[in-house]
């Protein structure tokens, strides 16, 4: 009867795990994201603090579920990392990002660089570096412009395989960052042994950048340790005038943050980048 099919859900729903539920719906989702064309790509800016001007933009996946609504990439990326899907999603991101950046060279931003973050996952699949070929050949985008943000913890999970794929992404031509500096466990030797071009500061630095000493300590010694190295230095998550003023006086190469500007959709980052060029 209507009765006992009513209990029947009542028991199933108590007895499975709510959290369980949220995931296996959110992966029966996901796999279909794609073909549904639900991802889209938002672009944050980069700001060379000598110079004032955007020479980079940081891509960032977006899903907008008709359900769901906005799922942060926070819940999914993980997801997607354990089923595998990131493989497919990942693709994705550098052909659109390659394609996108080439088409605003030479729609009036001749210079403009992008910047695409790998996961530990996607790094490590044998398919990776094809993908990455097969990006710019298809949007002709030259490999200087493009450069990849990789977690410390993607590198050294396996070590000589990484370097080995650093190596062959150092031959392309394409720039290799380390996002998220400063959190993972992390030796500080391989800085010396591999081709990296950039490290972001890890946001949790700078937050209280204006009244932690010992936070400005410790952005000093990586700026200083970066010239050293020549590598650039790159500051995330700038929210305020003064952490901005603090990065400048000690010689911090870009600043990435809400201060500056938020991730924008594609419409909203041209619109935003000439009133940003105009200033
Ligand atoms: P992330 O690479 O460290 O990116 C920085 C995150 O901080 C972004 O969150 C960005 O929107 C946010 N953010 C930027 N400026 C500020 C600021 O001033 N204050 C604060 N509080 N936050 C700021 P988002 O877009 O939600 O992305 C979260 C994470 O998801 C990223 O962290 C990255 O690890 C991952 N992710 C995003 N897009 C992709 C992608 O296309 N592929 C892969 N594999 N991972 C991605
Ligand atoms: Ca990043
Ligand atoms: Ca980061
Ligand atoms: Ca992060």
Redesign the pocket.
């Known amino acids: 009867s209507k009765n006992q099919g009513g209990n029947k859900i009542t028991y199933f729903s108590t007895g499975m795990n709510d959290q369980a539920m949220v995931r296996l719906e959110l992966e029966s989702y996901l796999r279909k994201a794609l073909q549904k064309n639900e991802f889209h790509l938002c672009y944050?800016p980069l700001l060379d603090l000598q110079t004032g001007e955007i020479t980079c933009t940081e891509?960032?996946?977006r899903w907008q579920h008709p359900h769901l609504g906005l799922v942060?990439?926070?819940q999914f990326?993980p997801l997607a990392e354990e089923t595998g899907l990131?493989e497919e999603i990942?693709a994705w991101?550098l052909t659109t990002a390659c394609a996108q950046t080439k088409y605003w060279q030479q729609n009036g931003f001749p210079n403009l660089g992008i910047s695409v973050?790998?996961?530990a996952y996607?790094f490590q699949q044998h398919a990776f570096i094809g993908q990455v070929i097969e990006a710019l050949n298809v949007s002709g985008l030259d490999p200087g412009y493009l450069s990849l943000?990789l977690t410390e913890s993607a590198m050294l999970k396996d070590i000589v395989y990484s370097i080995s794929v650093m190596k062959s992404l150092q031959e392309l031509g394409v720039k290799v960052s380390i996002?998220?500096f400063g959190t993972g466990y992390s030796s500080l030797s391989y800085l010396r042994n591999l081709p990296i071009d950039t490290l972001k500061i890890d946001?949790s630095f700078i937050n209280n950048l204006h009244d932690d000493p010992s936070d400005i300590a410790i952005v000093k010694a990586i700026i200083t340790m970066g010239q050293g190295l020549a590598v650039k230095i790159v500051a995330?998550?700038?929210?305020t005038h003064e952490q901005m003023n603090i990065l400048r006086d000690l010689d911090c190469h870009y600043a990435?943050?809400?201060?500056i500007e938020?991730?924008l959709d594609t419409d909203a980052f041209e619109k935003g980048f000439r009133t940003v060029e105009n200033v």
């Open positions: 944050q891509a960032l996946i942060s990439p926070a990326i990131i990942g991101v973050n790998v996961s996607q943000e996002d998220d946001q995330e998550g700038v929210e990435q943050g809400y201060y938020k991730p």
